[in-house]
């Protein structure tokens, strides 16, 4: 009695979940929502990274938002920038946005092609900042580019798996982020 009772759940987690993962006469897809995204994030953070040795910057754990419309992911990052080209310390915030690839290698979402689309240190005179902007872009590209914002669990992929499927093309949707699964060996 009990073994059916395990068949029988087995079977209807699996159709479930083969629903779930194929959808209505769409395409195939796992969806990770937004908050998993964040506490995954949080994790790495806060990071330090420094500008040819003349500018030291922190930077704590970004607020992830999505970007539908540019099929991008938004960050807002506070920051503290210190070092031989201030006179003192200052602290700010960041606006960027990104898009993504998936890394078959260790089943990772990756951040890349960063752009930097904001940046404003409290205090810090309009010409210091223009300047100070143009080297914190470019650390933050160099540091932050290809950073890892989450890495799919086994079980995401295990039905996928077992239907002979793979992550694919990586869609920003209001609900979180989509991957398509496409039959091994396809790329889309």
């Excluded at 995204?37 to 040795?53: E, I, K, M, T, Y």
């Excluded at 946005?97 to 979402?109: G, I, K, P, V």
């Excluded at 002979?164 to 396809?186: C, D, H, N, W």
Aim: glycine share 10%; net charge positive.
């Amino acid at each position: 009695m009990r073994r059916r009772r395990w068949l029988a759940g087995s079977l209807a987690w699996l159709a479930g979940a083969a629903a779930c993962t194929t959808g209505r006469g769409g395409p195939r897809s796992v969806t990770v929502p937004l908050e998993r995204l964040q506490a995954a994030v949080d994790g790495h953070f806060p990071r330090r990274l420094s500008v040819q040795g003349l500018l030291d910057v922190v930077v704590q754990a970004p607020r992830l938002r999505l970007l539908p419309a540019l099929d991008h992911l938004g960050a807002r990052l506070e920051l503290g920038a210190s070092g031989p080209l201030l006179a003192r310390a200052y602290t700010g915030e960041a606006d960027l946005d990104f898009a993504l690839r998936y890394e078959a290698s260790d089943r990772s979402l990756r951040a890349t092609g960063l752009h930097l689309n904001a940046l404003h240190l409290a205090e810090l005179p309009a010409p210091a900042q223009q300047l100070l902007r143009q080297s914190l872009a470019e650390g933050l590209r160099q540091s932050l580019r290809e950073v890892v914002l989450y890495r799919l669990r086994e079980q995401d992929l295990l039905l996928a798996d077992t239907l002979g499927l793979q992550p694919g093309a990586i869609s920003v949707t209001p609900e979180g982020l989509r991957i398509a699964l496409v039959a091994k060996g396809q790329t889309e």
